[in-house]
């Protein structure tokens, strides 16, 4: 397609950016809006579980640079096995220790699979038998030292070295398992504990044990819909949580990250954990991506994370399987290859921004930083066919690379602002849009200190009303939200700094259609932002 050098100046001084994508008989056409942001990308992660490390590999080394610098994974998703009763040694630390002293901007995730035996109503870390907390002689869970078990927790992993960004205190609390797993149901019963009640006691415990903060996730289900649902709609007090997370083993149906994005407006949300076994029901690795390109587009997830990034051999889901007997044998999957497309090129602290395309068969996902001078752009192809896409994106240079059934994550070329890049059936393709051509930017330091108040994002959600996100240094804090006419239609405060300087709330009310102002007020400082609401 030949551009004129009219739509070229208008598009460029619109902050657009245009690519057009060809087909036999269809020219679809892609847009960019680089200042229409949603929201802010935490990372890319997954597990290490189940001793299945690459801690104890020969190749360890290989291994963890093929993890950490070619795929950029920046989270770690770990378990924890502390018994405060045993004082025991845990096999994460050293780990994790191995992986900070090399790559000390990635973070961690710790989550429980099981407390200690002592803690359980069946004396094991074992899920059979409706595991769940045990009761004391009073006949009471025991909330209050199961919340001191999780403060003993955290005070050990920190002071070996590990520093612990995220706590989920139960990995998927509503269901019933055989393996390791201890039910946390909605509400108390007769024979099971309850999650909100369990989460008030570790929350209580860490908020006056702790000289610093770890930030709260939950309730980390199996599925969205009625998994998630029925927890979010439980008498469980989700102020003390910073970010939904939730895993997708029960389907990762479009209408239903939908509705997970209406549920969990005013907090991030983050998928935890998932896998797809090659040849699966779900499909194999094209069908991940589908996933996780929805994920981010559609539900609006700022954090993506595998159940496993190592795993025993065989395994087709995880990044390698290794062998586990102590060989040096280890194998890349297609999922490696698949999830690099996101984790290489979109950087922590970067954005989801506006793509779209008219071509049905063609999934596009944008990101970039807040300057809009690196940006990396996401293509699945999943139409019957070759595609071709030319790209006019001006000043942008980087480089393309693509897998399919033979490619893995294959250098297709450098990138100019009139690039036509082929598109394979059945394809991922990631155009990765640097600044200057120089690369990854420097990745958000940990617990930065906020001296300014600023609102990051504020969206609208009809009927609901308007979320926002934003950041603001200690101390009392104010959110208002007012019509075009100036009448107050809205207030929040907080009084405590909560989550390294970062809040979200959602500010409730079926408002009517127009234009809102969303005001900040943290000290002396004012900051505002305009949000459009239709209903």
Known sequence: MKWSNKISIIAVLAGFLIC?????????LMTVNADNKFQV?????GGFVFDVFPYNHPKKDELYDSIFNNARINIVRIANWYDPRLNNDVKEIPMMLDILAKWPHVKVMLTSWSPPPYLKSNDSYSGTGQASLKKNSDSLYMYEEYGEYWLQSIQWFRNHGVPVDWLSIQNEPGCPVDYEGCLLETAESPTLAS???ALDAVYEKISIGLNEPVLFIGPDVMGISHYLNRFLEADIDWNKIYAYCHHYYTGFYVEWMQEAAIRCAGKPAYQTEFCINEGSEWGGWFEHAQCIHNSLAIQGVSMYCLFALTYKPASTHCFFSLDTSGGDWYEARPTYYMFKHFSKSIHPGWRRIEATVDDPGIAIAAFSNELNDSMAVVAINAADGHRTLNCFLPGKTGEVHQTTETRKYDYQGAFNDSAAIDLDTRSITTIDLHKNNMGVETPL??????TTARIMEATAYPGKGVAARFIAPPGPVRLSLFDFKGNLRADWSCER??????YCCLLRGAFPSGMYAVILTSGTTVAGKNVALAR
Request: aromatic content about 6%; glycine content about 20%; proline content about 3%.
């Open 41 to 45: 990308i935490e990372g890319f992660g």
């Open 497 to 502: 700094q909560c989550n390294g300087g970062t």
């Open 195 to 197: 999650y909100g009640r």
């Open 20 to 28: 057009a994508v060809r087909s036999p008989g269809h020219a679809a």
């Open 445 to 450: 330091k940990r617990n930065a200190s906020i």
